[in-house]
């Protein structure tokens, strides 16, 4: 592929239909990503960053949810038009998945290395001695302890780090071109988060996957992304560089989020909340869905949802302050 | 009812005392098995935790799930006995209250929790919710308190006018406002914050911790913090002391704690929660290993299995909690020779 590119989302929007009406889940998101990059979407419960990922790899429950718009290239091929049978081909196999509760994203009746193997088998055809070496080396690359004897128990025997770990051996046993890790260590610990983050950021160096990572938390950010693209209501409201984003964010809710995060590092002494909360799917959106909230609305942002405007090289906005000669 | 008057008059006479003392509180739990139902074990779910929290102030707790810190504000909140150890509030213990004293602590002592869905009824209106220990406590005539209800609520940035609406019908931030309204209706002493902001979203967690903050300066409460993110303990805390397996590992005023992290724990912690980068300067420290069952904890220093300084000596003796810098105190052999 020219460029790199593994993935290229392109004006992508879901809506979900249930009793309470159409809800506009993802309202038109663009993105890219490139091999061996790690893309941060970040925002809060609701903001439609789960929704995106798993319209990646079409796991939303179709209905009640709906893609209604865009493409979905991965690898220069759009996984939207694709039927059923051909999208198993890149689920498990060139895309894995990390969800956030290994718990649940394991089955219990199962022993690990029926799990584990079990994307060997289907996409590769490994089986008897050689899937299990496969499988075994596989938990060692994890840094699981005596994996040729862990590989035969079962996930509730194992710790939550550990069990996280078994989840991203599944994720990385096809090397797969890319990782969707949805919030993969808010379940965990803080030093086992970190032991975590360390471990992914090393399987990306060795195999040169892309991951993207969705998140709500900005030290996780800092620790594995290179870009950022932050969400709110439905929208990436800002993309750019990790350092962009940290240091000269350009959006008025990614600076109200930065200084709203109780940051340990730049001890400011007080907090400035951003007032107010996000607005429910549900509702019907006149303008700018953060203009409610917002500290430097105007009269524009109200009447109509502000143009994607690029800001610098990898730095693009959705903001009216930025768009020439409407701030008046 | 207490009144203004004697409040005021015991925070003149017990400012700068402790409200509340923990005296090397130990609580074991028994693990039994078989069919006996013999105890084999005991799983330390505190072991030797002494503190101290004064009027007016903050004390956090942080650790990881399991090193005991919510087991220690359940014995605070008299839902747990200790096993050893004494609890004591405004000089009393706690444990060997007469019935009048108990009624009063339970007054005195209010506690919010992690999630405001499940620590609020769903089939009582946000009113008699916030009523509620005001009726049974302070046994005050109806009228008046639905007055109070309606401070309380406008003091946590609530319309009073939503009294007669379900905890469903509010958003999360909401939700814990209403709970922290709650444990404020009846004029307490000292608050139990178990995670109070961590099931909130990032934008609305400053806005309860800001109320929380603001709360404490007007009626001089004090707060007992259990929190895992130490960005929030930053904010709200006037001392930290760090938890590992039932223990206290460190304990520091806020300030000092992260400008100057003694335990190699709280120093992986802090690691751990930083956004640190490349550019960043800073080195990260990542531990290895997962943390040890409570129940057989290491011998020696607990934590020497994952501390990256460890020497031959952690793993045998134990070490104890001494005094480092004015008020900070750590527990480990790195700081011996000082």
Known sequence: MKDDVVLKVEDLKVSFHTKRGTGQAVNGVSFSLKRGETLGLVGESGCGKSTTAMSIVRLLPQPPARIDAGRVLFDGENLLALDEEEMRAYRGQQIGVIFQDPMSSLNPVYNISFQVGESLHVHQGLHGQTLMDQVVSLLGRLRIPAPENRAKDFPHQFSGGMRQRVVGSIAISCQPKLIIADEPTTALDATIQAQYLRLLRELQNEMGVAILLITHDFSVVAKMCHRVAVMYAGAIVETAQVDTIFNEPAHPYTKALMSAVPDIAAWKGHLTPIEGSPPSIYQQIQGCPFAPRCASVMDRCREAMPPVVQKASDHDVRCWLHVQGAAA | ?338
């Open chain 2, 1 to 338: 009812m207490i009144s203004g008057q004697q409040a005021q008059q015991v925070m003149v006479t017990r400012a700068n005392e402790d409200i509340l003392k923990l005296e090397d509180v130990v609580k074991w739990f028994p693990v039994r098995k078989g069919v006996l139902r013999r105890t084999v074990g005991h799983v330390h779910a505190v072991d030797g935790v002494s503190l101290d929290i004064k009027i007016g102030q903050t004390v956090a707790l942080v650790g990881e799930s399991g090193c005991g810190k919510t087991t220690t504000s359940k014995i605070v909140l008299r839902l747990e006995i200790p096993t050893r150890g004494r609890v004591l509030f405004e000089g009393t213990d706690v444990n060997r209250m007469s019935a009048a004293e108990s009624r009063d602590y339970r007054r005195k002592v209010q506690a919010v929790f992690q999630d405001p869905m499940s620590s609020l009824s769903p089939r009582m209106r946000v009113g008699m919710i916030i009523a509620e220990p005001m009726l049974v406590n302070l046994g005050l005539p109806r009228r008046e308190v639905m007055t109070r209800v309606g401070e309380a609520m406008e003091s946590v940035g609530l319309d009073s006018t939503a009294a007669s609406m379900y905890p469903h019908e509010f958003s999360g931030g909401q939700r814990q406002r209403i709970a922290i309204a709650r444990a404020l209706s009846v004029d307490p002493r000292l608050i139990i914050l178990d995670e109070p902001v961590s099931s909130l979203d990032i934008s609305i967690q400053a806005q309860v911790i800001n109320i929380l903050k603001r709360l404490q300066d007007e009626h001089q409460l004090s707060y007992l913090l259990i929190a895992h993110n130490l960005g929030t303990v930053r904010y709200l805390s006037n001392r930290i002391a760090v938890m590992y397996l039932g223990q206290i590992v460190e304990e520091s005023p806020t300030e000092e704690f992260f400008n100057n992290p003694l335990h190699p724990y709280s120093k992986a912690l802090i690691s751990a929660a930083l956004p640190s980068r490349a550019n960043d300067g800073r080195e990260e420290i990542v531990l290895s290993g997962e943390v040890p069952s409570p129940q057989n904890p290491p011998q020696g220093c607990r934590f020497h299995t994952r501390c990256p300084s460890a020497m031959p000596q952690c793993s045998s003796v134990v070490p104890t909690l001494r005094e480092r810098a004015p008020g900070h105190t750590v527990s480990c052999h790195l700081y011996d020779s000082f």
